[in-house]
């Protein structure tokens, strides 16, 4: 479960960084699908 975090918090900073053309909402947006496709991947390569 650690490791999960580690990769979470990773992909967070990886959103953050990003300088995206779009407003705050669909920057938003976009991370929280790509973090949960993450979690499904885990769940599922598990």
Do not use: H, Y
């Not at 580690?6 to 973090?35: G, H, V, Y």
């Amino acid at each position: 479960m650690s490791s999960f975090c580690i990769e979470f918090r990773q992909i967070r900073s990886i959103c953050s960084r990003m300088n995206w053309p779009d407003t705050i909402l669909e920057k938003t947006a976009l991370c929280l699908k790509t973090c949960l496709n993450f979690v499904k991947f885990m769940l599922v390569g598990q």
